[in-house]
């Protein structure tokens, strides 16, 4: 049965995207299929930038260590960057722009000024090596990149890579730091809602990573489906008699090549008038100084981030009343962090978000009591443009509460990756859903519950075993600080669970102790018969999830040594 917050929602969102709302929503066509779109809103990103920075001009948008800078000056510098693109570097609509820098002011700048040059932001990810720069960069036919000190000398490592490379040194202010592009008098492009945006790369988890191609439309349309839910939470706590107070602000502690922090984060911001503060390395309590330094209402980051505040022994001596909501994405909350989060933080309610790069991150929403209530799933498709649909392996839909592979229909999805018809084609139906690789059900409520990713069931003597379950429960143990479970070759049962478990740094357990819990929590079946522990942070993939095929393989591997030695 649908909750009282279902159903408030529900009305709140109709009056809001219904005809005359503000959020009004009509349909269009995209390859013969009618899709719902919010009309009445910018299409492309230019004008959206435009008419939001307008509208905020004189209110503090970014805050990176001592530097504040308003709407209104943060639209400016991305001008002369769109007119110094245009006339000195030849940038015509359509170019592949790279960015591979870290969090700053100038990252911004720049993928405002790229999108208002007509040329199409490609986010590279920080975290990769020359190599994997270099791949990408090819990959996607890069005419120009944008990177920061560390980046660019990673990338000048890289021999006939024949790329132009501008170093951006983003310690200084943005006006030092953008000083050698200097704006011309041109005029700059104006472009469709069909035209190439963004590209962003996914994880790579079966190969090297592929550049998912978004149109101005898919992305803007993802930003005010967000906004949507967002209207609709203001206007339910208002209703409360608890209204916002102050301009809203959120941190901004996830990496800006990432789905997550580009859209609902950055993107999202400009329509909210919300302060973005920026941090450019993680750290628990730094994000806390800064919570109350700069009052900030909202946060969102990966589960362990708002784990690490709610454990953290200085967290009374911080003032984080300002704080609303604990929002997390990218990997599933424990059901204990969940509860802890609103029962040990004094009013924050905890939220999580489901998406993919390729959805624009829009997906699945599981809001404060409800997600009290179903800790274990990500929600209900997000209204108003969200067609989720559980397929089996022919396409074909499955009856409620059946699982079967998640699939997602709407105008913010990707266009296509990069060069790649093949895989673009097997990411869709004929009708247009995109596969996510996730397998999950849908309950009576309509609510979305993620079991296991297609290829990750361990298939032990006929019994299915999700890894994502066992990992859950291993995330109960409080020593515990990340998991991993993936199937190990065994001669009677075909594969048995084995797992990689990384300890927290300040506690101490053993792989019987670890055993003898998980036997009072998952089935015996479950447990795995070989656990190996770590003291360093799993290995992870560019979107930050855990690089279980790469762990996997290692796991096994030694798992065959041992045993073979044994056997000598």
């Given amino acids: 049965m649908p909750s009282i917050l279902d159903g408030r929602m529900d009305a709140t969102l109709a009056a809001l995207t219904g005809p005359g709302g503000p959020l009004a929503v009509a349909t269009v066509a995209v390859d013969g299929l009618e899709l719902p779109v919010i009309t009445g809103v910018p299409q492309t990103l230019p004008p959206y930038f435009a008419h939001y920075c307008s509208e905020h001009a004189d209110k503090t948008f970014l805050v990176a260590g001592a530097e504040r800078l308003t709407f209104a000056q943060v639209h400016h ?203 450019p390395k993680w750290d628990a309590e730094e994000a806390m100084r800064l919570i109350q330094a700069e009052h900030v209402s909202y946060f969102v980051g990966v589960p362990l981030m708002s784990f690490e505040i709610l454990t953290h022994p200085n967290r009374a001596a911080y003032d984080l009343s300002s704080v609303t909501d604990f929002a997390a994405g990218g990997a599933p909350r424990p059901v204990e962090h969940v509860r802890r989060i609103a029962d040990e933080m004094g009013g924050p309610k905890p939220l999580l978000g489901y998406g993919l790069t390729e959805t624009n991150g829009i997906g699945c929403g599981n809001f404060r009591d409800n997600y009290l209530a179903k800790p274990n799933s990500t929600g209900r498709p997000s209204a108003p443009l969200v067609d989720l649909a559980i397929l089996d392996d022919h396409g074909r839909p499955v009856a409620q509460g059946e699982r079967g592979e998640v699939a997602i229909r709407s105008i913010c999805n990707f266009r296509a990756y990069y060069g790649r018809p093949d895989a673009t084609a097997a990411a869709f139906t004929p009708d247009r859903y995109f596969l996510t690789g996730d397998i999950g059900y849908l309950d009576a409520d309509g609510y979305l519950f993620i079991v296991d990713r297609k290829k990750d069931i361990i298939i032990r003597g006929g019994e299915n075993i999700s890894c994502q379950e066992v990992e859950a429960a291993i995330y109960q143990h409080p020593a515990v600080a990340e998991a991993a479970v993936f199937g190990l070759p065994d001669e009677r049962y075909g594969e048995v669970p084995g797992a990689v478990v990384q300890v927290r740094a300040d506690a101490r357990v053993s792989t019987d102790e670890l055993c003898a819990f998980l036997f009072a929590h998952v089935a015996a079946f479950k447990v795995p018969q070989r656990i190996w522990i770590v003291e360093t942070a799993l290995p992870r993939l560019g979107t930050e999830k855990i690089d279980k095929v790469s762990l996997r393989a290692t796991y096994r591997a030694i798992a065959a040594a041992e045993q073979a030695g044994v056997a000598a």
């Avoid at 870290?102 to 700048?109: A, F, G, K, L, Y």
Wanted: with cysteine.
């Fill in 77 to 279: 510098a991305a001008v002369c960057v769109a007119q110094a693109l245009v006339a000195s570097y030849r940038i015509r609509p359509g170019d592949r722009v790279g960015i591979a820098m870290r969090n700053s002011p100038s990252w911004i700048v720049l993928y405002m000024g790229i999108q208002m040059a007509g040329g199409v932001a490609t986010l590279l990810n920080g975290w990769w090596q020359a190599e994997e720069l270099g791949a990408a960069m090819t990959d996607v036919e890069c005419s120009l990149v944008f990177a920061d000190p560390p980046r660019a000398r990673r990338i000048g490592a890289i021999d006939g890579l024949g790329v132009p490379v501008v170093t951006v040194d983003d310690d200084l202010p943005l006006d030092q730091a953008l000083a050698g592009l200097d704006p011309a008098d041109v005029v700059l492009p104006v472009v469709a809602p069909t035209d190439p945006a963004t590209i962003l790369f996914t994880s790579g988890s079966t190969g090297q990573s592929k550049g998912a191609i978004s149109d101005h439309r898919a992305v803007t349309q993802g930003v005010y489906n967000y906004l949507a839910q967002a209207l609709v939470m203001l206007s339910i706590t208002t209703q409360d008699g608890s209204p916002p107070d102050g301009q809203p602000a959120t941190l901004l502690n996830v990496p800006l090549f990432h789905v997550t922090a580009e859209v609902p984060v950055f993107l999202q911001s400009f329509a909210m008038g919300r302060k973005l503060v920026l941090m």
